[in-house]
Every structure is written in C-alpha cells, then in structure tokens.
C-alpha cells in the first residue's frame, strides 16, 4: 500500500544525516516528500528519489513562509543541524518552521532534536556537555 494520493511530508534538514533518511524512508513507502533546501545546498540526491526540492532558507521566516504556501502538507519534518563556523538554525530555524506550519494548518510537526536537551540532559557525559552546550541549550529552546 503506497500513501501517493495523500498531502506530502514537508522535511526542512533534508540533504543529509537523520532528515535524509527520513525522504529515503517516506519515499520508499510511496509517500509524497517535499524538502526546504538551502539554495547553496545540493538537493540532487533527494530530486533523485523524486523527493520535490523546494529552495528556501529556515533562518528567514518569510522563505519558510513561501515554501509552506507552495503546497497542503500533511506533515512537518524538523531535522536542523548545521556546520562549524554556519549561524545554527536549531533554535530561529526551528521556531520559524512551528509558526509557518501553525499558519498553514498544518497538524503534525515532528521535531528530531539530541540525547542531552530537555530532560535528557543527564544522560549525556559531561564532556558531551562542555562541547555541545551551546547547541544542546538551543535546541533545548526549540523543544519548549
């Protein structure tokens, strides 16, 4: 049984790590996929799955504004990470998908965070702690 005929799943984080998976597993079960991609970044691998790359950037909330308004989505996929030396979306990026996706009616948003935010916290090592904080204190906020 194929889900082809219903809204597709937006995916904003889509071009590697757990968001990639996530259009790999959708799309092998025949649901429709859309992602956000960055326009810098390469969205080839994810067209080639026949996943609809939809450029946009999650740090401008009125590019997620647009990419939301470019279709009825079932459901919001948020799997934010970024590079050393890149401004972090965990937190921005993060709340400017949520609002975008009240706005747009849509029901379900799935937001992939780490062990060590929220109530997680002490299952990490503190040296975990010290070196990802800062990330793991943002996307703490996002979850909240």
Do not use: Q, W
């Amino acid at each position: 049984m194929t889900n082809s005929d219903e809204s597709p799943v937006m995916i904003f984080g889509a071009t590697r790590g757990t968001g990639l998976e996530a259009a790999r597993i959708l799309t092998g079960r025949g649901d429709n996929v859309a992602a956000v991609v960055r326009p810098a970044s390469d969205g080839s691998e994810l067209e080639s799955m026949g996943v609809d790359v939809i450029a946009g950037d999650v740090m401008d909330a009125d590019s997620v504004d647009a990419a939301m308004s470019s279709g009825s989505y079932r459901a919001v996929i948020i799997s934010l990470g970024g590079k050393r030396g890149e401004p972090r979306p965990d937190l921005i990026g993060a709340n400017n998908v949520v609002d975008a996706a009240l706005r747009h009616g849509v029901r379900r948003t799935l937001m992939i965070t780490a062990i060590g935010c929220g109530d997680s916290k002490p299952a990490v090592a503190p040296k975990v702690i010290e070196v990802l904080g800062e990330v793991l204190a943002r996307k703490t906020k996002a979850e909240d």
